[in-house]
Structure formats: structure tokens, C-alpha cells
């Protein structure tokens, strides 16, 4: 193919989900797109490095764009550092609320079509897995070049099982790379799902899509002109700070949510105006929905078990062990998950790992906080792990990477005491600024306005002790602060 002129192929990556039926691990403020299941790095992070392996002499790939949650924003931008060597050029669209990817889609257009060009969007679940990187960038450069001849492109997944969980598309094999696309079916029962499995020209749908830019917006207006109008108006509102764009957030509540598939694609097989085209990928595909999905895509010994962390294994066989911060013993379990973490630990048939969203469910019913946040809660500036409690007093292990700094701030209710384990804290107390280093301490008298920071270069570890009446995250007030909090 002439590279005279290149195919401009824009990624995508829709990260906004939550990830309930993989909890305790996955959390609301910490979900399974920012978990590292294996390897060491995320599945945010193998989606974007899968993105950028796209490039060759006739494609020429930007930097992503990232559409996620505004409380998720700072975890994007600390995860796209790891992986682009400290700095990344990437856009990072802000939902103030989840409308599903109908319209976080239309705003990855919009916003492409903001620098005068027509790119090929890929577009991306953050929360998928491959186990064959090579053939997964064939297929999506099939795709690209599909679609950059005006084609709606899905990458459709070869049943390997009769699975009930996901949705198909029926392809027509005409012998092109990019199969025609003749219906799409909903989830089906076990007997349809067998059925699917032995025809052999039907192809789950990996929810991974390829298209120009300008054909999507067509098509959204042509099929859902009131979300079209809706996320343009809430697009029009928007506000930009450094990587962070923001939609208009009043005008992004009265968007109606709906997905790509129920928005457009369903509509489109058997007409004339709209070409939709499959390209089937054979990569190891997984959409990681369960921990039974987790199991099947492990390493398992001989028995069929597979383990993370610190886990012994006795007369067990296809189970699944996930620890996370101590030792897990396991005897005479079949067909079982059980994963640890350092607030909760879950065991579960494995048969019935979508059952896991009804015990977030309850949680979220008993405003228990274990849905929302770990015991470890990563900030913008670093982190902090409740290490102990009892009344009136709490323990904090706190990390402050380097040059950064908490916000500005005083507690209502609690009085606070520091003591630096490493690094180098500045602390402001008062009136006071202190420099602190290894085995110094400060006591911060209630209502006292007061700040920590790191000036080093290296990260700043703090034990810190609170007593009073209240010692709630909420019992905070922000003078100044460098993250945009109120």
C-alpha cells in the first residue's frame, strides 16, 4: 500500500466503567480498568500500549484519547506517565456522569474533529484483555483500513464456548478480511448459545469499534439525532485545564444514555446507506467480566487451580486464589474463587461469578464504604492506607510523591499528630513552616490550618495519628489546593 498518504488512525479508550462483578478487588473509586490482574501492568495500560503498536508505514497513530470518569481522573493521567516514560500528549474527556458509550463515543469525534482532520477512531473498552498482541494488531489494522473507505467496523470474537453473557453478530464469510455484517442478536439462552457455537457464522461482539470520525457523527444523527444534539450542546459547554476536558455538565445530565449497539449499529444491517463490516479477531480475547473470566485467562497448574499472591494450594483443583496482603491457605476447594484483600475477602462458586454485582449491591443498600473505596485510597499526590482504627483514634500510613504537596486545609473535629518514617516533609502549621526529616515530628492542634508537602526527590512517608470526635474524609475544609477540590 502507497504511504503517500498515511491512514490517521485516533485510539480511543472508553474507561468509565466500574467493574462490580470483580470486587473485592475492583472498586467504584478504583475499578478493574486500573487493576493490575497479572503482569505488572494494568488493563488500562495494555489497552493503551496495544493502541499505540498500531503504527506502520501507512498508518500514522496519535496520541489516545481517554473518555473516563471525573473522580477517575487522576488515576489516567498517573498510568499513562508509567507506560509513555513520564509524560503523554494524551486528551483525557471528562464524564461528570455515565451515559454509556453512545455518547462517550460522539465525544471522542467531536473532539477529533476539533483539529480540522477525519481520523479512523478505534475505539476501546480499558477493561479487556489479549493474550496474542500480534494478531490482535493485524486485525485492527484490517480494520483500519476498512473503515477508511467509509465502513462501521467490529471486531468480532470466534466463540469458543456456547456463553450466555455477551451478545453476537451474524457474519456473512465472503472471503474479505472485513466480513459483511448481517444481524446483531442479544444474549442468548444455553440452547441458542450451542446453536450459535455449531453454525459457525456467528461471532461475539468484543464491543470494539472502528470508524471514521465523520461517519459515526452521521450515523448518530441519522439513527439518534436527540443524543447527536444533546452531547454537541454538552460538547459547546465545554472547559479545558491542561489534559482535562470537561463537557458541559448540565447539559451532559440531559444526554440520554444508551449504547453504541442500541443507539446505531442494530439499526443498520440490511440498508443500503450505512456499510457495516466485521473483521473476526482470534487473540485471546477476553472481556475480563468475572472472576471465572479472570480463572480462564490465568496460568493454572496441573490441577486447574491458578494463584496470585501469597496462596497455598491443597487438594484443590479449578479454583482461583487472588491475594493481595497475606497468606491465603486453600484446602479441598473445586470450582471456587477466593480473593483477599486487605478490608474483604470473597468466596464464590465459580459457575456463579456474576452473582458477585448483588453483594455490591447490598453493600451500596447498607452505605457500607467497601464498594466505594480500598483500605489503600490513592489522591492525586500520592496515597494513604488506614492501617488501624478504634474509637476516636485512626493510624495512617501516608505516601506524598515528590514535589508534591496536600491541599491547604483544617479539620473541624480531629487533631493530628505526623511522624516522618523517610524522606523529607515541609509542613506548614500555623504560622509555621518546618522541615522534617526521618524520626521528627509535628502535632497539628484541631482547627489548626495546616499543609504537607514534598520538596524532595524522593517520596515522603509520614505516619499519621488522629484523635477526636469525628474522623471522617468529609471533616475537611480547602483553602487552597492544587487538584481543582473544593
Known amino acids: 500500500m502507497s504511504t503517500s498518504n498515511p491512514i490517521l488512525v485516533q485510539p480511543v479508550i472508553i474507561a468509565g466503567g466500574s467493574g462490580t462483578r470483580l470486587w473485592p478487588l475492583s472498586r467504584a473509586m478504583y475499578p478493574k480498568q486500573f487493576l493490575v490482574l497479572q503482569g505488572n501492568r494494568s488493563l488500562f495500560q495494555q489497552a493503551a500500549g496495544r493502541l499505540a503498536d498500531l503504527a506502520c508505514e501507512d ?62 477512531l478505534v475505539v476501546t473498552p480499558a477493561d479487556q484483555t489479549v493474550t496474542d498482541e500480534a494478531a490482535f494488531t493485524e486485525a485492527v489494522r484490517q480494520a483500519v483500513r476498512a473503515a477508511a473507505g467509509g465502513a462501521f467496523v467490529i471486531l468480532g ?89 470537561r463537557p458541559g455538565k448540565a447539559e451532559f445530565a440531559q444526554i440520554p444514555a444508551e449504547s453504541v449497539d442500541y443507539a446505531v449499529l442494530e439499526k443498520c444491517p440490511g440498508r443500503a446507506d450505512v456499510e457495516i463490516r466485521m473483521v473476526p479477531l482470534q487473540a485471546g480475547w477476553s472481556d475480563l467480566g468475572a472472576w ?25 483443583s479449578d479454583t482461583l486464589v487472588h491475594a493481595t496482603s497475606r497468606l491465603v491457605g486453600a484446602v479441598g476447594l473445586d470450582n471456587v474463587v477466593v480473593v483477599e484483600t486487605s478490608d474483604a475477602v470473597l468466596v464464590a462458586d465459580r459457575s456463579r461469578s456474576q452473582d458477585v454485582k448483588h453483594i455490591v449491591g447490598e453493600l451500596q443498600q447498607r452505605s457500607r464504604g467497601e464498594h466505594t473505596l480500598h483500605r489503600k485510597v490513592h489522591r492525586p499526590w500520592g496515597w494513604y492506607d488506614s492501617i488501624d482504627a478504634g474509637p476516636r483514634f485512626q493510624v495512617k500510613r501516608i505516601l506524598v510523591k515528590p514535589g508534591a504537596s496536600l491541599s491547604l486545609q483544617k479539620h473541624h473535629h480531629r487533631a493530628e499528630h505526623w511522624i516522618v518514617v523517610s524522606g523529607t516533609a515541609e509542613v506548614t502549621n500555623g504560622d509555621q513552616v518546618l522541615t ?44 487552597e489546593d492544587t487538584y481543582g477540590r473544593g
Request: charged share 20%; glycine share 8%; aromatic share 8%.
Open 59 to 120: 498508518l500514522t497513530v496519535t496520541a489516545p484519547t481517554v473518555v473516563g470518569n471525573e473522580e477517575h481522573r487522576f488515576l489516567v493521567l498517573d498510568q499513562l506517565r508509567e507506560v509513555a516514560g513520564g509524560q503523554t500528549a494524551a486528551k483525557v474527556l471528562l464524564e461528570p456522569s455515565g451515559r454509556n458509550t453512545a455518547p462517550a463515543m460522539t465525544l471522542a469525534a467531536l473532539q477529533a474533529g476539533e483539529q480540522g482532520a477525519d481520523p479512523v
Open 292 to 316: 471465572d473470566a479472570v480463572w480462564q485467562v490465568s496460568d493454572k497448574d496441573g490441577a486447574g487451580n491458578a494463584t496470585v499472591g501469597d496462596a497455598l494450594m491443597r487438594d484443590c
Open 157 to 245: 470474537i470466534r466463540p469458543d464456548r456456547p456463553e450466555t453473557g455477551f451478545g453476537y453478530i451474524r457474519a456473512d464469510d465472503t472471503g474479505e478480511a472485513a466480513h459483511k455484517v448481517l444481524q446483531f442478536v442479544e444474549k442468548p439462552d444455553r440452547a441458542t448459545a450451542e446453536r450459535y457455537l455449531a453454525a459457525g457464522s456467528y461471532f461475539w461482539n468484543s464491543g470494539m469499534f472502528v470508524v471514521r470520525a465523520s461517519v459515526w457523527l452521521r450515523a448518530l444523527q441519522q439513527f439518534r439525532p436527540d443524543i447527536a444534539a444533546a452531547t454537541q450542546a454538552a460538547w459547546a459547554a465545554r472547559s479545558a485545564d491542561a489534559s482535562f476536558v
Open 436 to 479: 522534617l526529616t526521618e524520626n521528627q515530628s509535628t502535632y497539628i492542634p484541631l482547627g489548626q490550618v495546616h499543609r504537607l508537602a514534598n520538596p524532595g526527590k524522593m517520596p515522603l512517608e509520614i505516619i499519621e495519628v488522629q484523635s477526636g470526635s469525628y474522623l471522617g474524609e468529609d471533616d475537611i475544609v480547602r483553602f
